[in-house]
């Protein structure tokens, strides 16, 4: 997408303060476009990213940005996290759409404030109802967790594609262990909560698609009830 800037209002000659800052924006945003900082994948950073004819902020997930087709994203108000931007963002409809599955070929680079002219935001536009992404991925993570805060994960579930219906089958775990949570795994607690799904690591999760998860929660406890817990690999969160 390309904006077209002209001068309003003025005389032939020397640009206004006001005109000189567009043309530097301008020309900020031409640089940015044709030489973008190189995207180093788990580096964590914002990057900018295609959408349509325009480009967007979007902000990796923690921790499952190391991909090198496929990350998880949310795209963001150029201006984040400022209050305004926040508000500004909720009309426009960059605050409710979620994690999403971001191809890294739409990556153009880093993200720098220059491409923010480039944006939805913008020209006061919301985003469009398909963005060429689709839903990223969410989990229950089961943990058995000791006083001191180590432990091991019990159960992993998912791909769940859309976080209400993790949050569900989380709650329906914790009611089920509700009274009786430290006394499932001895000298252990557990407790179901939710998690990011991490692509990387799906061979370990039980998909949770048309079945009891209470089931599966007891298959995975009678499948380690021959594994003394000094067996398994602590981890301290």
């Keep these: 997408m390309i904006r077209r800037f002209r001068r309003c209002g003025h005389a032939p000659g020397a640009l206004t303060s006001e005109d000189q800052a567009v043309v530097d924006e301008f020309r900020a945003m031409l640089a940015a476009v044709r030489s973008p900082e190189p995207w180093t994948p788990g ?7 295609r959408v349509g004819p325009f480009i967007e902020r979007a902000h990796p997930r923690p921790g499952d940005d190391q991909g090198t ?3 998880a994203i949310a795209l963001v108000h150029p201006d984040a996290p400022n209050a305004a931007a926040h508000r500004y963002g909720h009309a426009l409809s960059y605050t409710d759409r979620g994690w999403l599955r971001c191809e890294t070929t739409t990556i153009l680079g880093a993200w720098q404030p220059a491409y923010a002219i480039l944006t939805h935001a913008a020209v006061n536009l919301p985003l469009p109802d398909d963005v060429g992404m689709s839903l990223a991925h969410y989990g229950v993570h089961v943990e058995a ?7 091991y994960t019990l159960l992993r579930l998912g791909p769940y594609t859309q976080t209400w219906l993790a949050s569900r089958d989380a709650d329906r775990l914790n009611t089920h262990l509700a009274g009786r949570a430290a006394t499932v795994v001895s000298g252990y607690t557990v407790t179901a909560q939710n998690a990011a799904f991490v692509v990387s690591d799906q ?23 021959s594994v003394t817990a000094t067996a398994l690999a602590p981890w301290a969160s």
């Design 145 to 151: 967790r000791r006083t001191d805060g180590t432990g």
């Design 203 to 225: 061979g370990n999760y039980t998909d949770p698609q048309g079945a009891d998860v209470t089931s599966l929660l007891a298959a995975a406890l009678a499948g380690r009830e």
């Design 69 to 71: 087709e496929t990350i």
């Design 43 to 49: 580096s964590g950073r914002d990057i900018a990213v």
